[in-house]
């Protein structure tokens, strides 16, 4: 895991990214789960 990014970058990206994740309210548990995995390697480059 790279520390390129601060942390307060870092969480105020999670927080939206998981604002837009809490948006799609009618995906499975798993989808959520590839979707915070997926932002989380975004946020990472």
């Known amino acids: ?3 390129e990014v ?3 970058e870092q969480r105020d990206c ?3 990214l ?3 994740c809490l ?3 009618l995906v499975s548990d798993c989808e ?3 979707c915070f995995h ?3 390697i975004m946020s990472l480059l």
């Open 1 to 3: 895991m790279r520390l």
């Open 6 to 8: 601060s942390d307060c």
């Open 14 to 16: 999670f927080h939206r």
């Open 18 to 20: 998981h604002i837009m």
């Open 23 to 25: 948006l799609w309210l």
């Open 32 to 34: 959520l789960r590839g």
């Open 38 to 40: 997926q932002l989380h």
